[in-house]
């Protein structure tokens, strides 16, 4: 199946800092790509949708300023999370769509955020 | 709103065994269904895609079936082996483009 590459998969850093966390798809375009945010024990919460080339769309209860979502090229899409705090602790995985054939829906390795 | 509901939240069987894991969906307007596996502190590996004119779909001692009208798909693992220990979830795909997730059934298989 088609590779979807996210990085970096830990990340410490201290409170009130950025993190960016990059999301790739290898071996194929993908016009849209989707983050979200896993707690221990549960299913995943879609965060937003990014679209390439044009603003993400976040779901409700999401705050856009606080987790800024770029997605420049058809093959990179980036997740900022802004001025952390210990409460944005938490896994994120994004997800890549492939659109040429199947629409199959692909996912990162996941990175793991740690907000001291 | 699409509700994914996966049955049971836990299964634990001894190796070699072959089981049956459960998803539900409430409204059959749907594009696709997808079977995921979820290793802990991983992401998620697509196992099995089934369109919506599929009835089902086969990958090794996998197969997974979808009855659209009943809102219904199983995941059969034949064999089981310690190695498929995992977070098994489905996803569907609706025809509006958006993706539902079940809560996903966490399975261990004993040696």
């Known amino acids: 199946g088609a590779v979807v590459s996210q990085h970096p998969s830990w990340v410490i850093c201290k409170s009130g800092t950025s993190v960016k966390i990059e999301c790739r798809s290898l071996?194929?375009?993908?016009?849209?790509m989707f983050w979200y945010r896993q707690f221990p024990k549960q299913s995943l919460m879609l965060m937003a949708t990014?679209?390439?080339?044009?603003?993400?769309?976040?779901e409700q209860g999401v705050e856009k300023d606080k987790f800024l979502i770029n997605h420049a090229s058809l093959t990179l899409s980036t997740l900022t999370v802004t001025s952390a705090h210990p409460e944005d602790s938490s896994f994120y995985i994004c997800?890549?769509?492939?659109?040429?054939?199947?629409?199959?829906?692909?996912f990162g390795e996941g990175s793991r955020l740690t907000v001291l | 709103k699409q509700e994914v509901t996966q049955i049971p939240a836990a299964l634990s069987v001894p190796e070699g065994e072959n089981l049956v894991l459960n998803c539900s969906f409430t409204?059959?307007?749907?594009?696709?269904l997808q079977w995921f596996r979820q290793d802990p502190g991983k992401g998620l590996t697509s196992l099995l895609l089934?369109?919506?004119?599929?009835r089902e779909q086969t990958s090794g001692r996998l197969n997974a079936s979808l009855d659209k009208s009943s809102g219904r798909s199983t995941l059969y693992i034949a064999a089981s082996q310690p190695g498929d220990s995992a977070t098994y979830l489905c996803?569907?795909?609706?025809?509006?483009?958006?993706?539902?997730f079940g809560t996903g059934t966490s399975l261990t298989v004993i040696p």
């Open positions: 997800s890549a769509r492939e659109v040429e054939n199947t629409g199959e829906l692909f």
């Open positions: 071996d194929f375009q993908a016009t849209t």
């Open positions: 990014s679209n390439e080339g044009s603003k993400a769309t976040y």
């Open positions: 409204d059959s307007a749907i594009y696709n």
């Open positions: 089934i369109q919506s004119s599929q």
């Open positions: 996803a569907v795909r609706t025809v509006g483009n958006q993706f539902y």
